[in-house]
């Protein structure tokens, strides 16, 4: 079974510019969730979708931005890209159990993005 | 809101010996307990988890105890290896928005190196 897809791996980009992120999950997952990971900051959450909704997001300004689409591949977005923006950028999948909510999440190898 | 702590890395140690990194939370609810391991240039693997009170997870000689009592899910390994280095990160899941999502909350990570 293949893992949690994203591409590209690498991507270097100029500030004021702005960036696409894909994700495509195991199959069989419907929820897709997205992760920033920085030195200072650590992994933080950004958004899940579930159903091509978003269903949680985190404190990240408007900037950020995602959807999923019916085959439950995810996209991320970031405008007017900023320094500060540089991180390894994670997306996760999971079987969405409705009573537990709480399955595990897989990772995939995620989008390492340099803003200079 | 929901936090985990774990103790500061890095810690070292001599191949064989016995490994603890201390993990402790703060959750609403009853939330499910991760422990995520990330080798370098790589995205996150789950490497054990478990879901109630006095649950053990446990995987690859690795083992972790839900302790409620304590809030805590501390990680053990009785005789590491030179191929455990790596950053561990404890994490949580809780249901948000009245269950239709869950979200992961992570800890900063605990870089563990192990030599010859």
């Known amino acids: 079974k293949a893992g949690v897809t994203q591409t590209p791996r690498y991507l270097i980009k100029t500030r004021g510019q702005q960036v696409t992120l894909s994700c495509s999950p195991i199959?069989?997952?419907?929820?897709v969730s997205w992760y920033q990971q920085t030195p200072g900051q650590g992994l933080q959450f950004l958004f899940e979708?579930?159903?091509?909704?978003?269903?949680n997001k985190g404190n990240f300004p408007g900037r950020f931005s995602g959807r999923q689409f019916s085959n439950s591949r995810s996209e991320m977005n970031v405008s007017t890209l900023e320094l500060g923006d540089s991180a390894l950028y994670l997306c996760?999948?999971?079987?969405?159990?409705?009573?537990?909510?709480?399955?595990?999440?897989?990772f995939g190898q995620g989008t390492r993005l340099t803003v200079v | 809101g929901n936090s985990v702590t774990q103790m500061e890395g890095p810690v070292t140690l001599s191949e064989e010996a016995f490994l603890t990194i201390n993990c402790t939370y703060t959750?609403?609810?009853?939330?499910?307990l991760f422990w995520y391991v990330q080798y370098p240039g790589e995205g996150l693997q789950l490497l054990l988890k478990?879901?109630?009170?006095?649950d053990k997870g446990s995987n690859k000689g690795f083992e972790a105890t839900y302790r409620k009592e304590t809030t805590s899910f501390h990680l053990e390994k009785g005789s590491v290896q030179v191929s455990d280095s790596a950053v561990y990160f404890c994490?949580?899941?809780?249901?948000?928005?009245?269950?239709?999502?869950?979200?992961?909350?992570f800890g900063t990570g605990t870089r563990l190196q192990v030599t010859l």
């Open positions: 478990a879901t109630k009170a006095d």
């Open positions: 979708y579930f159903s091509e909704t978003q269903r």
């Open positions: 959750a609403t609810g009853y939330p499910s």
């Open positions: 199959s069989g997952h419907r929820s």
């Open positions: 994490a949580l899941s809780s249901l948000v928005n009245t269950g239709t999502a869950s979200k992961l909350t």
């Open positions: 996760a999948s999971s079987l969405v159990w409705a009573r537990r909510g709480r399955a595990e999440a897989f």
